[in-house]
Nanobody, 128 residues
Framework: QAQLVESGGGLVQPGGSLRLSCAAS????????IGWFRQAPGKEREGVSC????????YYTDSVKGRFTISRDHAKNTVYLQMNSLKPEDTAVYYC?????????????????????WGQGTQVTVSA
């Protein structure tokens, strides 16, 4: 059974760092776009970052550029989101998602409706 499991969330002070993990099981991430979304209370789910496994291209929403880095460990079938210089406005539940795109597709900008597989989410709270 295909599954995505996020981990790594928590409480951190402003300016701190966290690394989120998204481990895939039941399928390989080859040929998939892997997206990180977040949803703050009372707000819509928004796309944060995406990695296209076919060509390695990475994408970021403007508010996290220069602070967040998406990467992949092929051997562990896991995607990471390194989050530095965290701000209170980064507080949200973070979700990873995967969608098969083959060798040439793209999923940027991210759209919730285009992703087939979702993790359960992990809470990130940035507060002093």
């Amino acid at each position: 059974q295909a599954q995505l499991v996020e981990s790594g969330g928590g409480l951190v002070q402003p300016g701190g760092s966290l690394r989120l993990s998204c481990a895939a099981s039941g399928f390989t991430l080859d040929g998939y776009a892997i997206g990180w979304f977040r949803q703050a209370p009372g707000k819509e789910r928004e796309g944060v970052s995406c990695l296209s496994s076919s060509d390695g291209n990475t994408y970021y929403t403007d508010s996290v550029k220069g602070r967040f880095t998406i990467s992949r460990d092929h051997a562990k079938n896991t995607v990471y989101l390194q989050m530095n210089s965290l701000k209170p406005e980064d507080t949200a539940v973070y979700y990873c998602a995967a969608d098969f795109i083959g060798p040439y597709g793209s999923r940027w900008p991210l759209k919730v409706s285009e992703f087939d597989y979702w993790g359960q989410g992990t809470q990130v709270t940035v507060s002093a």
